[in-house]
C-alpha cells in the first residue's frame, strides 16, 4: 500500500522560509506527476505546484517567484521550498502523486495526510 508522509509544516513570521518535504513509499512501480495544494479554513483545496516526472514545473500565480518545488525521484521525495512567506499563505498543505504500484496497475492518485503551515507575527 501507497502511503505519502509529509513534514516540514509549522508557524514562521510573515517574510519568513519553510521547506516542505512529502516522502512516498510501499509499494511503488513508477511515479509520474507530484504536487502540492493547500486549504485555507472555509475556502477550497487548491494547487500550489505540481513536477513531472522529467522536471517541468507550474505554478500557481498567487506563489510564483516564491516558491519553488523539486524532487528526488531516487528518494520519490517531492519538496516545496516557501520564500517570502505571507499571511495569506496559512493553509493545511498537502502532497498528491500519481503513482503506479505495479508495471500490470492503473495510475493511482494519492495524497498525505496534510500538514499545517501558519504565517503569523
Known amino acids: 500500500q501507497v502511503q505519502l508522509v509529509e513534514s516540514g509544516g509549522g508557524l514562521v513570521q510573515p517574510g519568513g522560509s519553510l521547506r516542505l518535504s512529502c516522502a512516498a513509499s510501499g509499494s511503488i512501480f513508477s511515479i509520474n506527476a507530484m504536487g502540492w495544494y493547500r486549504q485555507a479554513p472555509g475556502k477550497e483545496r487548491m494547487l500550489v505546484a505540481t513536477?513531472?516526472?522529467?522536471?517541468?514545473?507550474n505554478y500557481a500565480d498567487s506563489v510564483k517567484g516564491r516558491f519553488t518545488i523539486s524532487r528526488d525521484n531516487a528518494k520519490n521525495t517531492v519538496y516545496l521550498q516557501m520564500n517570502s512567506l505571507k499571511h495569506e499563505d496559512t493553509a493545511v498543505y498537502y502532497c498528491?502523486?500519481?503513482?503506479?504500484?505495479?508495471?500490470?496497475?492503473?495510475?493511482?492518485?494519492?495524497w498525505g495526510q496534510g500538514t499545517q503551515v501558519t504565517v503569523s507575527s
Open positions: 498528491n502523486a500519481n503513482i503506479r504500484e505495479t508495471i500490470w496497475s492503473v495510475i493511482g492518485d494519492y
Open positions: 513536477i513531472s516526472s522529467g522536471g517541468s514545473t
